[in-house]
Structure formats: structure tokens, C-alpha cells
Nanobody, 121 residues
Framework: QVQLVESVGGLVQAGESLRLSCVAS????????MGWYRQAPGKQRDLVAV???????TYADSVKGRFTISRDIAKNTVYLQMNSLKPDDTAVYYC???????????????WGQGTLVTVSS
């Protein structure tokens, strides 16, 4: 069983920063990609940023230059540093991970429980 646990989000003012973290635990052999998605009220869940085991990153256009995703492979942890936050960034942020389970090498994909980030104007 693989689980993802996210840090608590919070309420911040526009222009401020916030850092999210997500830890994967369980019988993990390897993690191929970890990332963050978000879902605003009444909208679909969209990609925010992902990072591969090789360090390649992909960002949504709306967060480029403001958000930075990073990863500690040894700790199975992914971070999302969010700077210059805007009210439009208000959403529930979900962590996602894909990889392989030990010892069977079976594949897995898991979602975190979600954490609310609210940005006030």
C-alpha cells in the first residue's frame, strides 16, 4: 500500500508565498513522477507542476515563473514553492505520484487527500 500525505495549506494574502510538501510512504520500489494538481470550486482538476525522477519539470502556463517544484528522491518527497500568489490560485491542491511497488514491481498511481490554499485579495 502506498500513501501520500500532504502538508497543510492555508490562507495567505495576494503576493505572499506558501510551500507545500507531499511525502509518499509504503512499499515503494521507485517513483517515476511526482506532481501537483489543483481544483478550484466548480472547475476540473488541472496540472500545476510535475517532476520526473530525472529532474525534468513541467509547469502550467499560469504558474510559470512563480511556482517551483522540487523533489527529494531519498525521502520520497515533493515540494511546491508558490510565490507571488494570486486569488486565482485559490484551490484544493492534490499531490500525485506514479511508480512501482516493491517487491513485485507492480505499477501504482496515488493521490493525496488534498489541501486547501486560499489567496485573499
Amino acid at each position: 500500500q502506498v500513501q501520500l500525505v500532504e502538508s497543510v495549506g492555508g490562507l495567505v494574502q495576494a503576493g505572499e508565498s506558501l510551500r507545500l510538501s507531499c511525502v509518499a510512504s509504503g512499499r515503494i520500489f521507485s517513483i517515476r513522477v511526482m506532481g501537483w494538481y489543483r481544483q478550484a470550486p466548480g472547475k476540473q482538476r488541472d496540472l500545476v507542476a510535475v517532476i520526473t525522477s530525472g529532474g525534468s519539470t513541467t509547469y502550467a502556463d499560469s504558474v510559470k515563473g512563480r511556482f517551483t517544484i522540487s523533489r527529494d528522491i531519498a525521502k520520497n518527497t515533493v515540494y511546491l514553492q508558490m510565490n507571488s500568489l494570486k486569488p486565482d490560485d485559490t484551490a484544493v491542491y492534490y499531490c500525485n505520484a506514479e511508480g512501482r511497488i516493491a517487491p513485485t514491481w507492480g505499477s501504482f498511481e496515488r493521490w493525496g487527500q488534498g489541501t486547501l490554499v486560499t489567496v485573499s485579495s
